[in-house]
T-cell receptor, first 113, second 113 residues
C-alpha cells in the first residue's frame, strides 16, 4: 500500500529565510502525481505545487519549488524568502491511477518575524 | 479561491439535531469528496462521488448520509451525531483537465454538544 510520510510535525523559519519541508512516500508504481497543499489558519486547503512523476524537471511556482528524487521516493518543498503569510499546515500528497489521493500527516510551519 | 464553496462555515448542533452541510463546485468537475479533519489526526476520506454515483464509503457511520443530486452539488446530512464527530469537514472536487488534482472548499467547522 502506498504511504506518505512527513517526518517534521513542526518547523520554524525566520522571515525572508529559506525553509525545506520533507516528504517521503512509498509506492511500487512508476506513474503518479505528487502534491503539496497549504492549509492556513483560515482552513482552506490550497494547492501549492504539483509534480508529475514522469517529468524529471522539478516543479516551481514563484517562491515555492520542489526537489523530486524519484529513486529515493523523496519530494521536499522549498520555500524561499519566507513571508508571514506562508505560516500554515503543509500537506504532502500522492495520487496514482487507482484514483486515490493519500495525504501525509502534515507539517506546521511557523514564520518568525 | 471560490471554485469550491461550502456552507455553513460554522455549525453548532446538539446530539439530537438534524442538519446538512452543503458543498458546491463551479469548476465543471465530475468527482466530489467529503473529508473529515480532526485535531492531530490525518485527513480522513469519508465519501467519494463520481458522476453523481457514490463510489466509495470509507466505513463511515450511518449517522452521516451523503447526497449528490448533480455533479455540482454535494450534501452531507447529519443526524444524532456524537461529540467525537466534532471536526472540520472538507469538501473537494476534481475533473478535467487535471483529473488527478483535488480542489478544496473552505470547510465547515462542526461542534457537536
Amino acid at each position: 500500500a502506498q504511504t506518505v510520510t512527513q517526518s517534521q510535525p513542526e518547523m520554524s523559519v525566520q522571515e525572508a529565510e529559506t525553509v525545506t519541508l520533507s516528504c517521503t512516500y512509498d509506492t511500487s508504481e512508476s506513474d503518479y502525481y505528487l502534491f503539496w497543499y497549504k492549509q492556513p489558519p483560515s482552513r482552506q486547503m490550497i494547492l501549492v505545487i504539483r509534480q508529475e512523476a514522469y517529468k524529471q524537471q522539478n516543479a516551481t511556482e514563484n517562491r515555492f519549488s520542489v526537489n523530486f528524487q524519484k529513486a529515493a521516493k523523496s519530494f521536499s518543498l522549498k520555500i524561499s524568502d519566507s513571508q508571514l503569510g506562508d505560516a500554515a499546515m503543509y500537506f504532502c500528497a500522492y495520487y496514482n491511477r487507482d484514483d486515490k489521493i493519500i495525504f501525509g500527516k502534515g507539517t506546521r510551519l511557523h514564520i518568525l518575524p | 479561491e471560490t471554485g469550491v464553496t461550502q456552507t455553513p462555515r460554522h455549525l453548532v448542533m446538539g446530539m439530537t439535531n438534524k442538519k446538512s452541510l452543503k458543498c458546491e463546485q463551479h469548476l465543471g468537475h465530475n468527482a466530489m469528496y467529503w473529508y473529515k479533519q480532526s485535531a492531530k489526526k490525518p485527513l480522513e476520506l469519508m465519501f467519494v462521488y463520481s458522476l453523481e454515483e457514490r463510489v466509495e464509503n470509507n466505513s463511515v457511520p450511518s449517522r452521516f448520509s451523503p447526497e449528490c443530486p448533480n455533479s455540482s452539488h454535494l450534501f452531507l446530512h447529519l443526524h444524532t451525531l456524537q461529540p467525537e464527530d466534532s471536526a472540520l469537514y472538507l469538501c473537494a472536487s476534481k475533473g478535467w483537465p487535471r483529473r488527478e488534482t483535488q480542489y478544496f472548499g473552505p470547510g465547515t467547522r462542526l461542534l457537536v454538544l
